[in-house]
């Protein structure tokens, strides 16, 4: 779709990426859920939930990663984004926590690509034009500093979001 720089845009299902690691946009509990979690959940196989048992969960804007099992992904890094209250509980500072968290974890590792979906945006209610603000934010300041990442997709379900990520790529160039 778009490629700014490193980063790129993707319209489809972020289980089918062969990259180093997805980004689950997480519970939590670790334990799977709906939408992205779930999918991730049921195409990773049943290894995933009980290795993700054993986590502990994780906190809002924090991140942990985890073997891929069935993905064609190596690895998993678990996210739990925010859910928007209206603005004004810290939520654009917690979800800016995701991206940072999951890119450092991803560098710690020595991975080279990563791939996103749109973080809170479904049932959580993040706004999307502020969430693909801080994405691609996160994700150039990620790309400006050290480090071995040297791809990441922003991995959309949909075309809404697809051309809003491409369009905010394209105005922050």
Same mark, same amino acid.
């Given at each position: ?18 990259? &180093?690691? @997805?980004?689950? $946009?997480?519970? %939590? ?10 999918? +991730? ?7 995933? !939930? #009980? ?10 804007? #924090? ?15 678990? !996210? ?13 500072? #917690?979800?800016? &926590?995701?991206?940072?968290? %999951?890119?450092?974890? *991803? #560098? ?10 749109? +973080? ?10 502020? /969430?693909?603000? @801080? ?5 150039? $300041?990620?790309? $400006?500093?050290?480090?071995?990442? &040297?791809?990441?997709?922003? /991995? *959309? ?5 697809a051309s809003l990520l491409s369009e ?6």
């Amino acid at each position: 779709m778009n490629e700014v720089k490193g980063i790129r845009v993707w319209q489809g299902d972020i289980t089918t990426l062969a990259v &180093d690691a @997805i980004v689950n $946009a997480a519970n %939590s509990s670790l334990l799977g859920g709906g939408g992205v979690d779930g999918a +991730i959940h049921r195409a990773a196989g049943p290894e995933l !939930t #009980a290795f993700c048992a054993g986590l502990g969960g994780c906190p809002t804007g #924090a991140a942990k990663i985890t073997p891929g099992f069935r993905l064609p992904a190596r690895h998993v890094i678990h !996210t739990v984004g925010p859910v928007w209250r209206g603005g004004e509980c810290g939520e654009a500072a #917690a979800l800016t &926590d995701c991206y940072r968290n %999951s890119l450092a974890l *991803a #560098a710690a590792h020595a991975l080279r690509s990563i791939a996103f979906p749109a +973080i809170s945006c479904g049932v959580y209610g993040f706004p999307p034009e502020a /969430a693909a603000r @801080i994405a691609v934010e996160s994700c150039r $300041a990620a790309l $400006a500093g050290p480090g071995t990442i &040297d791809e990441i997709v922003l /991995a *959309a379900f949909d075309q809404r979001m697809a051309s809003l990520l491409s369009e905010t790529l394209g105005q922050m160039v």
